[in-house]
């Protein structure tokens, strides 16, 4: 688990998942792409207190944007809004315990 982004609007942290490895078909180990990958982000709306755990494709997309985000040096706010635009699904409501 590692703290990415963290301000007064959202948190984002990422989630490596440990997997045993499989043997590789020929199929697999000739097409590493396809290979099943563990892992994704949970986004936490501060505001709406309202989380969302992102993986597969749709955690690829949104590693994909924050990264061409990057690239043009963004502020906290033009994060934010991309952030947004993902915990905006988000409808599980946080709780502490």
Same mark, same amino acid.
């Given at each position: 688990?590692?703290?990415?982004?963290?301000?007064?609007?959202?948190?984002?942290?990422?989630?490596?998942?440990?997997?045993?490895?499989?043997?590789?078909?020929? &199929?697999?180990?000739?097409?590493?792409? %396809?290979?099943? @990958?563990?892992?994704?982000? *949970?986004?936490? /709306?501060? +505001?709406?207190?309202?989380?969302?755990?992102?993986?597969?494709?749709?955690?690829?997309? &949104?590693?994909?944007?924050?990264?061409? %985000?990057?690239? @043009?040096?963004?502020?906290? *706010?033009?994060? /934010?809004? +991309?952030?947004?635009?993902?915990?905006?699904?988000?409808?599980?409501?946080?709780?502490?315990?």
């Amino acid at each position: 688990m590692h703290m990415l982004y963290n301000s007064p609007s959202f948190s984002v942290v990422k989630f490596d998942i440990q997997v045993a490895e499989p043997q590789l078909g020929e &199929f697999l180990t000739a097409n590493p792409e %396809l290979q099943l @990958q563990r892992g994704g982000y *949970e986004i936490v /709306d501060k +505001f709406s207190r309202k989380e969302i755990f992102i993986e597969g494709a749709l955690a690829q997309q &949104f590693q994909d944007g924050v990264e061409a %985000l990057i690239e @043009q040096d963004p502020s906290e *706010e033009d994060l /934010d809004d +991309f952030i947004e635009s993902y915990a905006s699904m988000g409808h599980q409501p946080v709780v502490m315990h």
